[in-house]
């Protein structure tokens, strides 16, 4: 069952989940952070063994001008799933978490021991994200039989094969990729590459882009995986890729360059974030298996066929 409030997304997702899966997909549309909303969802549809929580705002810059509507939505979310959740039996709680809540880049490539300090973190997203790992570890240290697993993602990207889901960011996208796959199907004129003097090989900043199908495998590792007790695994490929790199990897997919400007540098970015992702390979058995090639090419398919997005 999907539980959304779709306030950054289309209802029309569920019908073409249903279409690719061929199994029917319950869409409740509510507000994950009231209990009322979660315990009708469990009445009508339940019982479940497994909460996968996503539910979340997640622009960073965003989070840095609207910091109370970040705390509350991430952390009142989390504390109405894990009311209704553990009143109702569930075995599994699985975290969408970030790669962002690293503090220290001296830790690159970032492993799940990772400094993680709360005064340092920039902005109230990534803070929401660490406050609200801290709450699932004392939460499950008194339900010692509930499995909480914290996915902590890199920088998803990438649509499904099919062409029929995909990201579809409300106005303009804040994220490389979007704003590309836009100026690639000619509804925003030109990209911008935000500083290209960061000590980098091409100077401009690395990612750690991960295949959102990638990702999505992460998750379904991790709930066959998952026993009683708390584990973190970062979810990322730990091949970074620059902006003029993904920017040329797309410009492949679409067959022509595309118009770039070389704009002043983004505040509050790192030059570079990626992760070592060998934990979750040795221990749930999952490795990314797509390259950036890949992820391009699957965004410029769910954009030509989906000029306008979900709203097409
Ligand atoms: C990537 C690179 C920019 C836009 C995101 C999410 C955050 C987290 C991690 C989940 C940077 C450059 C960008 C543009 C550019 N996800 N850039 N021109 O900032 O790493 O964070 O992934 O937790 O929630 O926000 O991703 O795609 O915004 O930036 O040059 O128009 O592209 O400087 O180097 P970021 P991004």
């Known amino acids: ?40 969802a469990f009445a009508e549809h339940g019982p479940f063994e497994a909460i996968i929580h996503f539910a979340a705002h997640k622009a960073v810059g965003e989070s840095t001008q609207k910091p ?18 553990l009143a109702n039996g569930i075995r599994s709680f699985v975290f969408s978490s970030t790669g962002t809540v690293y503090s220290n880049p001296a830790d690159l490539p970032f492993r799940e021991t990772g400094t993680r300090d709360l005064v340092e973190l920039s902005n109230p ?12 570890a004392d939460v499950q240290k008194v339900n010692p039989e509930l499995n909480v697993t914290l996915l902590r993602y890199f920088n998803p990207v990438g649509a ?7 990201e579809d960011p409300q106005g303009i996208p804040n994220n490389l ?19 290209d003097d960061y000590d980098t090989p091409d100077g401009t900043g690395l990612r750690d882009y991960i295949h959102v199908v990638d990702l999505a495998e992460g998750h379904v590792a991790a709930l066959e995986k998952a026993q009683p007790g708390l584990a973190s695994y970062n979810l990322g490929t730990g091949r ?3 902006v003029l790199e993904l920017i040329a990897s797309f410009e492949k997919a679409v067959g022509r360059e595309l118009p ?3 704009a002043p540098r983004r ?46």
């Open 1 to 40: 069952m999907l539980l959304d409030n779709l306030d950054n997304t289309s209802d029309v997702v569920a019908s073409r989940i249903e279409q690719i899966t061929g199994t029917p997909v319950a869409l409740v549309v509510g507000d994950a952070a009231d209990d009322e909303v979660v315990g009708a």
């Open 68 to 85: 109370l509507e970040y705390y509350a939505n991430n952390l009142d979310s989390t504390f109405a799933l894990l009311r209704v959740g």
């Open 125 to 136: 997203y990534s803070k929401s994200k660490l406050i609200n790992e801290v709450i699932l």
């Open 160 to 166: 499904h094969e099919s062409g029929l889901i995909g």
């Open 177 to 195: 990729m979007p704003f590309v796959a836009r100026v690639a199907v000619g509804s925003l004129p030109e990209i911008n590459v935000f500083g």
């Open 240 to 242: 970074p890729v620059s």
């Open 260 to 262: 770039k400007v070389i």
């Open 267 to 312: 505040p509050g970015d790192m030059a570079a974030t990626y992760c070592d992702p060998a934990k979750a390979e040795s221990e749930l058995g999952w490795k990314a298996r797509f390259g950036i090639d890949d992820m391009t090419s699957s965004v410029w398919n769910w954009q030509q066929k989906n000029p306008r997005g979900y709203a097409s």
